[in-house]
T-cell receptor, first 114, second 113 residues
Framework: NAGVTQTPKFRVLKTGQSMTLLCAQD?????MYWYRQDPGMGLRLIHY???????AKGEVPDGYNVSRLKKQNFLLGLESAAPSQTSVYFC?????????????FGDGTRLSIL | KQEVTQIPAALSVPEGENLVLNCSFT??????LQWFRQDPGKGLTSLLL?????REQTSGRLNASLDKSSGRSTLYIAASQPGDSATYLC????????????FGTGTRLTVIP
């Protein structure tokens, strides 16, 4: 009964370092999403994917890259981390992009950039 | 750009009280609206989804209403319990083909035993 699993749960980076956040879902969902959540702001969409091998930009894509090589996995990369990228990152998935299908969320990755 | 507002940011009520959480949005041309619950250190759990053609949805002690023309939605929680303590978020989907949800910043609810 895993649903959406994010790894790691916590990470501290220094400015300029790179890292990859992993999201895995076991519900055979087509659509996957990466959001960031910052204090005083609603969740904002970074990138999303409508199927294996596809990616698209969301509202705040700058400084991030993504890949969807396998249907069940969606990776979020930070090539050169900046303090402004300190945030809580959430991955979500849905069966399709149709509005009737709810998005299922992981528990988040708390990332601090020093 | 769609803006979603939730007021108040925090709310404390005694156990057993009925309460209403508010969500307002600036662009009434929405496809649907969702209410989510977020527990500390956890992700979001979808509670209710209302299509733009619907006026309300109910699940157990929860009832969500939608007034698209006025840009408002409410989440009614009946007979509140300490286990209802969490942050409640609303999010709107602009259109059927849109992949972006616009989220409010949430209302942090505390139910006091």
């Amino acid at each position: 009964n895993a649903g959406v699993t994010q790894t790691p749960k916590f990470r501290v980076l220094k400015t300029g370092q790179s890292m990859t956040l992993l999201c895995a879902q076991d519900m055979n969902h087509e659509y996957m999403y990466w959001y960031r959540q910052d204090p005083g702001m609603g969740l904002r969409l970074i990138h999303y994917s409508v199927g294996e091998g596809t990616t698209a930009k969301g509202e705040v894509p700058d400084g991030y890259n993504v890949s969807r090589l396998k249907k069940q996995n969606f990776l979020l990369g930070l090539e050169s981390a900046a303090p402004s990228q300190t945030s809580v990152y959430f991955c979500a998935s849905s069966y399709s992009g149709r509005g009737e299908q709810p998005q299922h969320f992981g528990d988040g990755t708390r990332l601090s950039i020093l | 750009k769609q803006e979603v507002t939730q007021i108040p940011a925090a709310l404390s009520v005694p156990e057993g009280e009925n309460l209403v959480l508010n969500c307002s949005f600036t662009d009434s041309a929405i496809y649907n609206l969702q209410w989510f619950r977020q527990d500390p250190g956890k992700g979001l759990t979808s509670l209710l989804l209302i299509q733009s053609s619907q006026r309300e949805q109910t699940s157990g002690r929860l009832n969500a209403s939608l007034d698209k023309s006025s840009g408002r939605s409410t989440l009614y929680i009946a007979a509140s319990q300490p286990g209802d303590s969490a942050t409640y978020l609303c999010a709107v989907k602009p259109g059927p083909g849109a992949n972006n949800l616009f989220f409010g910043t949430g209302t942090r609810l505390t139910v006091i035993p």
